[in-house]
């Protein structure tokens, strides 16, 4: 049976991918090149570091090790603005009554995100109260796909990782849940998100009723 429900941040509950993409335009922009949304695909669920490469590579730049820091450190700080502006009508539809349904029945509610402004976002958007536990950026060492961030919400919230369900946007993100031993739940599009147990195109979808049938094949 489920025991606990872990959740990706950007794309799941809120949508904070058009904050990153506005801020790694401005830096595109600066750097001379351009940077669209659908470049911006590429970055979702990938870490601040990697999304930087990605973003070079787009524009054909090379920057040293010092550079790099510098660029992403700036984009941060233009991201961090917009986050600083977000408030809880930000949070997806069907979240919270979804979050909501799983506390009344005890089950336990975990983050499990690759970013490290993750805490902060939870904050501005008022739903960090309703986590059990956070694993965010700042906590591991191998992103995803690498199973870690689920695994050690899984141990933090003390369930083994058959007894949880990960809800992901990311291919990456489906893979890792699938790595740690757990079921998921798909968030977007069925062909991008072959390795979910089921695929829904939003949160807005999400019963409990359904979870609980995907926790009965195990
Ligand atoms: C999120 C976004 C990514 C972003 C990453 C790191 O991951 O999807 O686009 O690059 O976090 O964010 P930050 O720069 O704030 O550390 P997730 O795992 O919540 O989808
Ligand atoms: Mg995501």
């Known amino acids: ?21 506005l801020a790694w335009k401005r830096l595109a922009n600066e750097m001379g090149f351009d940077f669209t949304e659908q470049d ?3 970055l979702k669920g990938v870490s601040r570091v990697r999304s930087l490469e990605i973003l070079l590579e787009i524009g054909g730049k ?10 992403a450190y700036r984009k941060n700080e233009w991201y961090v603005e917009y986050v600083d502006a977000m408030g809880a009508d930000e949070v997806l539809d069907g979240v919270i ?15 499990g ?16 109260r309703i986590f059990d536990v956070v694993i965010d950026g700042n906590m591991v060492s191998k992103a995803k796909p690498d199973p870690e961030v689920f695994l050690n919400g899984a ?10 369900v990960v809800f992901e946007d990311a291919e990456a993100g489906v893979e890792a849940a699938r790595r740690a ?3 998921s739940v798909g968030i977007g599009e069925p062909e991008t998100l072959r390795l979910a147990d089921i695929v829904l195109p939003s949160m807005a979808k999400v019963s409990l009723d359904m979870l609980v049938d995907i926790g009965q094949e195990a």
């Open 97 to 111: 009554p979804f979050l909501e349904e799983l506390k009344s029945k005890n089950i336990l509610i975990g983050l």
């Open 181 to 183: 031993g757990m079921r």
């Open 155 to 164: 141990i933090a919230l003390g369930v083994e990782p058959q007894n949880c």
């Open 1 to 21: 049976d489920i025991k606990a429900c872990l959740f990706d941040l950007d794309g799941v509950l809120v949508d904070t991918a058009k904050y990153h993409y």
């Open 40 to 42: 911006n695909e590429r």
């Open 113 to 128: 995100s690759a970013s490290k402004n993750a805490q902060k976002i939870l904050e501005k958007v008022k739903i960090d």
């Open 62 to 71: 090379e920057l040293t090790d010092k550079e790099k820091e510098l660029a």
